[in-house]
């Protein structure tokens, strides 16, 4: 097959107007099928293995596909609009042996150490230490260098080898059918070295268990579900490796009064039916120690929101403060005294209706509605 004389759309069994994904899948499955490892001493497959790569070459370039759609296999030859013929290289070779043969063909090297697990701790913080900051310790129990050895796992004075199994690259290659594919070494476990006399207090491994006190500074605004990192802080990697990372998440208690949403305070205030209708002001102590006054505007009615700007909760890692938001409930005298009975009866007779416009709306509503 020549990729010269055959369509390379057809060449991929893709569709003119199929789009890149499509292109490379179709390319990936054709490579697999046709590569030459797979099918050692085959002419005829090479050849189509080649016309395979040829096409997706030109058709994975959105410059040489719109010259390819134009003028067909001209556009590479003699110069024209295309030069530069698709197929020079194989493009994505590289990705069909990662995909057929795994990383037998990424290169040598010896195995990488293992960096050790990152822990997570939940803390839990009341409202007061989330508006302020805090400096806590907390104690965990956590892998560390083992003191004898230095985290190497080898007995003082003597050293881990070679492991001569995989030469050091932790891995070892087998073949099955078609495919050569790797796995962790079994003499050395994928470290790449062999201890032959290891650390009697740590048992080889370079770390041990023991408990660790660490300081965490909470900033001021953090909220629940906010993480804490400490760099370096969680488990010690094996045979000295670099250790894991520990994330601190908060957990903010509910509070007695407020309730929060972001920076925002909210909280439900009653008043007495007489403020409510005269009017006046309510102090409210805030987190911050300070008592915010809030002005109450005469006729309030229960459900009624009052905003006091740059009162609640501190932006975290940021300038500034969000609102404090109540919410007005008022409330009826449940116990009153003759002479405060006496003149709400005066205050009744006084009563025209248009003190309680939203009451007097609704009844006649009523009235409207059912003509009565």
Known sequence: MSATEVDFYEVLGVSRDADGATIKSAYRKLAMQYHPDRNAGCKENEDKFKAVSAAYECLKDPQKRAAYDRYGHAAFQNGGPGAGHPGSDFGDIGDIFETIFGSAFGGGGRAQPRRGADLRYDMQIDLEDAFHGKSAEIEIEVSQNCETCHGSGATPGTRARTCNLCSGRGQVRAKQGFFVVERPCPNCHGSGEVITSPCRDCGGEGRVDRPQK???????????????????KGEAGPRGAPPGDLYIFVHVKPHAIFQREGTTLATRVPISFT?????????????????VTIEIPAGIQSGKQLRQRGAGMP???????????????????????????????????????????ESRGFFDKLKSTFGG
């Open 315 to 357: 932006v975290l890692q940021g300038r500034g403060r969000g609102d404090l938001v109540i919410e007005i409930a008022v409330e009826t005298p449940t116990k009153l005294s003759k002479q405060q009975r006496a003149l709400l009866e005066q205050f009744r007779e006084t009563e025209t209706g248009d003190e309680c416009p």
């Open 275 to 291: 403020k409510a209708a005269l009017g006046g002001s309510i102090d409210i102590p805030n987190l911050d120690g300070e008592e």
């Open 214 to 232: 660490l300081e965490v500074e909470i900033p001021p605004g953090v909220d629940t579900g906010t993480r804490i990192r400490l760099s370096g």
